[in-house]
């Protein structure tokens, strides 16, 4: 699934849709103060020796929020997510599609992160790059109310 999603979906995505641009540096992003979200991005890119790519950082951003590993399991319970939280779209809608079809050990997380995403306040509008200097601490208070 992670490779899926990286190496297949991602490159094709870059071509239908114009991604917006992520504004922060690595540099910048290792100069933010502890516990913010900035700081936390480049930390966990650092620990899972990926690169920081800047058509991608908003989804690397939802993980950290959303406290999903970047496993085959926690991409689609992302996905399940914002699937819950009101975000239909098709990597969306694939991702769930192929996670439930191939992963029926995960169908117990996939449903749990489904109904935090139901019972969450929509995020789907949020300014991601705007937020990358706040706290991760109170922005993850805000989705888990």
């Given at each position: ?25 690595r ?65 969306v809608?694939?991702t ?50």
């Open positions: 699934m992670v490779f899926l999603t990286h190496q297949l979906a991602l490159p094709i995505l870059k071509i239908i849709r114009k991604p917006e641009v992520f504004p922060y540096s540099a910048q992003l290792h100069e933010m103060p502890e516990g913010t979200l900035g700081k936390d991005l480049i930390t966990m890119i650092d620990e899972n020796r990926f690169t920081l790519l800047t058509h991608y950082a908003r989804h690397d951003i939802k993980h950290i929020l959303l406290g999903y590993p970047t496993t085959d399991e926690g991409e689609v319970s992302l996905q399940m997510f914002m699937l819950g939280n009101g975000h239909i779209s098709f990597p809608l694939i769930v599609l192929f996670g439930s079809i191939t992963m029926p050990e995960y169908w117990s997380s996939f449903r749990n992160a489904y109904r935090k995403g139901k019972k969450s306040p929509a995020i789907d509008g949020w300014n991601w790059f705007a937020i990358v200097p706040q706290h991760t601490h109170e922005l993850q208070k805000l989705i888990n109310q």
